[in-house]
């Protein structure tokens, strides 16, 4: 999948084997920074010409309480406590493809959250879910596309 936000020049591109196998690379001023998820092990590096002097170089380990999902991540409703309200959408064509559109808001100890989510017509697998502020503008988007692709994802050593 594919996350931007608002105001991040740069998108993150996130890779998924199930069970247990991410893969997301964030680039920015000059910087790309890669973390890699097996299991209960994490590796991150950083490389690029904006880094800070005294970066450590290669794979760092993490320790477990370190890892965590990506910030602005769309919310799950199965997991929600309290209402969730989902609304039919008109459908929309996203790079070619024609999706179902709906629109959840879960209200529970917070504010309410709301999301747009776009699901593919003849696969019925999601294609884009947007998070709104709370004024209704889009915050961030996530793109998902190359459902079952083959993708190969090896936790590195550290150092």
Do not use: H
């Amino acid at each position: 999948m594919k996350i931007a936000a608002t105001g991040q020049p740069e998108a993150i591109v996130m890779e998924k084997v199930n069970p247990d196998r991410t893969r997301m690379i964030i680039q920015a001023q000059g910087v790309s920074m890669e973390t890699i998820v097996v299991g209960n092990e994490t590796r991150t590096r950083m490389s690029g010409t904006g880094m800070p002097a005294g970066s450590p170089a290669g794979w760092q380990c993490q320790p477990a309480q370190a890892q965590v999902g990506p910030r602005g991540s769309a919310p799950d409703p199965t997991k929600a406590k309290g209402e969730v309200t989902v609304n039919r959408l008109a459908d929309a064509t996203i790079d070619g493809a024609k999706t179902r559109g709906y629109q959840y808001t879960m209200k529970s100890d917070g504010p309410p959250v709301q999301s747009r989510v776009f699901v593919l017509v003849d696969r019925s697998l999601p294609r884009r879910t947007e998070v709104l502020d709370n004024s209704g503008n889009v915050e961030s988007t996530f793109d998902y596309y190359d459902f079952n692709a083959p993708i190969t994802i090896d936790l590195p050593k550290c150092g």
